[in-house]
């Protein structure tokens, strides 16, 4: 699957149907152009809109594998900059992301990014998403989504 963004192109997501709240994501994704991207869970999404939590895909030194909360907290945990190493940009990498009551974990080609402890996020519950932000030339390749609810 292929997400492209255009100059004049909003936000774009592709979410699931059901809701989740815990569960255990694997996926492959390959950057091919600079940009920001994201898994979002736990989300509510209206139009272009999406609310709930974010599991970065982003270039090198942005944070891949952070925690950050969409119209809402902002950045709730950015994996140390020497784990920048484990995304390998142009090629495909493997995200896993675990939500199990109030934590969160992802890893990135295997390495362990965060662990997060958030009542706010164990409370809730919501759909997940594939996310291609605005602003164009952003190009995000998708492939083996796996999601085992636990």
Known sequence: MVCESGADKEYGY???????????????????????????????????KIAGWQAEVAPPGSHSGGIYESYGRGWLIQPE???????????WNTMRVRVNKDTVDTWLNGTHMIHLVDKKIGAQTGRVALQIHSGGGIKVRWRNIWIREL
Do not use: C, P, R, W
Not at 16 to 39: H, I, P
């Open 14 to 48: 592709l979410g699931t149907e059901g809701q989740y709240k815990d569960f255990d994501l694997t996926l492959e994704f390959k950057q091919e152009a600079n940009g920001n991207s994201g898994v979002f869970f736990h989300s509510s999404i209206e139009g272009t």
């Open 81 to 91: 900059a020497s784990k920048d190493s484990a995304l390998k940009m142009g090629d």
